[in-house]
Nanobody, 124 residues
Framework: VQLQASGGGLVQAGGSLRLSCAAS????????MGWFRQAPGKEREFVAA????????YYADFVKGRFTASRDSAKNTVYLQMNSLKPEDTALYYC??????????????????WGQGTLVTVSS
């Protein structure tokens, strides 16, 4: 399985971006998907997750009210709409498939097929 994240770029603080993540195999449209990010010198952290069955979404506290995760199962694609961006949102953003259920949505160890990520840079 390959995951192709796209949509990153340079934006001013307060601006918006929409990230997309397409899975190469339709089967993985039936799995929960997560978004994580890693800023320079920092550990990877959970951003958001979009489930398959109930189409529920989960967010890290620092993005609640600003980011919205969604998915189009027919297109095998998940999205992350990012509004009111802040300089501290600057990071490499990854999507991944959740294959494990021994941990929570925010546990990176539950995810696989990380892909190359897409860079988001927010200028002040």
């Amino acid at each position: 399985v390959q995951l192709q994240a796209s949509g990153g770029g340079l934006v001013q603080a307060g601006g918006s971006l929409r990230l997309s993540c397409a899975a190469s195999e339709r089967t993985y449209g039936n799995y929960d998907m997560g978004w994580f990010r890693q800023a320079p010198g920092k550990e990877r952290e959970f951003v958001a997750a979009a489930t398959w069955g109930r189409s529920s979404t989960y967010y890290a506290d620092f993005v609640k009210g600003r980011f919205t995760a969604s998915r189009d199962s027919a297109k095998n694609t998940v999205y992350l709409q990012m509004n009111s961006l802040k300089p501290e949102d600057t990071a490499l953003y990854y999507c991944a498939v959740r294959l494990g259920y021994s941990g929570g949505y925010d546990d990176a160890h539950q995810y696989a097929y990380w892909g190359q990520g897409t860079l988001v840079t927010v200028s002040s």
